[in-house]
């Protein structure tokens, strides 16, 4: 974890490939129920090595690989072969979400030893099987360098080695051409995983200090960017916990936040400054109290509001009850897209944020910076929530949205085209100027300084806010 000087040696296909694009399809799946010979049988005639048992909504259940049936015959002989495929398999199913990069499959099956691991959808579905021979193909061990390791990580100082690790794998990365929005999902992606496994480990040391288990199904949420997959090099703490509980629960819950805040701040993700943390009463919630809080917002509608609505409406769950937190999710885009003086406050936030060239072309600086994250990126992921919740449309990341408004004809291929380029160009430059100040022990922040840029560059950031300017347009709010 500490080499950093293996990552300039890492292969780029692990963090630019999903795993829908290795996988192999379809899955042989069968009941719980069905006898070990059936369920051989049936691996044998699709030439496949495994079989995943599924119940009756075809979630997954277990999984049945070649090594566990070798396990099983020199156990037991032919006789094990009476067995139920749901008394033999191995469970749970060790899986990860299509949309993750190959190189979370890399460290995953490296770090459990496995040969075998199961491609899910938002509901815990198998879509694809990746297997050691599919990923063969990319070729790279070097990709595990930060890969797994905050799965394995013991505490703050763990985690703190994986944050600072970062800076050297996005320059890798960036050498390698990945694009800064590619580099930016993985960045968010070690950020959530901190999450997740500081909530693990604070979990196991409240029970060891007599706090027990959680007194009720709970979810541990990232907010704002590191929610959307659009985290760089500057970071600060945006979680919340939402929980099926009573007041009452709420003790147990405030330590838990507690805990985890302190240790991430310890880790190198600093504290909030707004306050954005589960430790904090106002975003640590049962499901009821936040649906009267989102309910409050979306009809009470003013500044404040809206910044917590920017935050809020791009969460993602890490660790605990994802259905419960998808369950809040679509309560809260429902609620905010029914109420008409909500969407046209939102659209005319949109509609009067600053540009960020002045009248003859030159950029609008401060002290020689110009800040790229108000005066593109805010712009671009503002409009995309804003769209988003009208259209229904549940994805966090502002790609992701500006593509399924594209997909369902509510967003030109062309506008959604130059917005991509114009997320990209943006990413881009702040990512290589954080990284130029980061070794020049300036601290990373959001601010560029375009002089330092090639004219091309600069001409293409131009064109970027110009563009931009027809955000009026593509939010409906009329024309500009």
Known sequence: MNDIGALARIDSFPYQHRLREVMSTPVLTGSETMSLEQAVKAMYQAKVSSIVAVDDRGRCLGILTERDLLRI????????????????????????????????????????????????????????????????????????????????????????????????????????????????????????????????????????????????????????????????????????????????????????????????????????????????????????????????????????????????????????????????????????????????????????????TGLFGGFITKQGRLNVKKFALLPLVSAARFRAIRAHVLATGTDERYTALKDQELLHEDDWRDLLEIREIAFRIMLEQQLADLAAGIPASAKVDPKRFPKRLRERLRWAFKRLKTLKYICGVGGG
């Open 73 to 356: 015959l020199s156990g037991q002989g032919m006789a094990g072969m009476d067995a139920s495929l749901g008394a033999v398999m191995t469970r749970p199913v060790a899986a990860v979400p299509g949309d993750a990069f190959v190189y979370v499959a890399l460290a995953k099956m490296n770090r459990l030893g496995l040969r075998h691991l199961v491609v899910v959808d938002e509901v815990n579905r198998p879509i694809g099987m990746i297997t050691g021979r599919a990923l063969l193909k990319v070729r790279a061990t070097d990709a595990l360098a930060i890969g797994d390791s905050v799965h394995e990580a013991k505490g703050a100082d763990d985690m703190r080695a994986a944050m600072a690790a970062l800076p050297g794998l996005a320059r890798s990365l960036l050498a390698e051409g990945v694009s800064a929005r590619n580099i930016g999902s993985v960045i968010s992606l070690v950020v959530r995983d901190l999450t997740a496994r500081a909530t693990e480990l604070a979990e196991a040391s409240m029970a060891e200090d007599g706090w027990g288990a959680a007194p009720a199904a709970y979810a541990m949420l990232v907010l704002g960017s590191g929610g959307r997959g659009e985290s760089l090099l500057v970071f600060d703490q945006d979680n919340a916990i939402v929980h099926r509980g009573s007041p009452a629960d709420d003790v147990w819950f405030a330590e838990l936040g507690k805990r985890v805040n302190e240790m991430l701040n310890q880790a190198g993700i600093p504290f909030c400054d707004g306050g954005v943390m589960a430790r904090e009463p106002k975003w640590r919630k049962s499901l009821e109290e936040w649906k009267d809080e989102v309910h409050s917002w979306v009809y009470s509608v003013e500044n404040q509001t809206v910044m917590y609505c920017d935050i809020f409406f791009d969460f993602q769950p890490v660790w605990g009850d994802r259905d419960l937190a998808e369950e809040l999710r679509v309560y809260a885009i429902e609620k905010a897209s029914q109420s008409g003086f909500f969407m046209q406050y939102l659209a005319q936030h949109v509609a009067k944020m600053d540009v960020a």
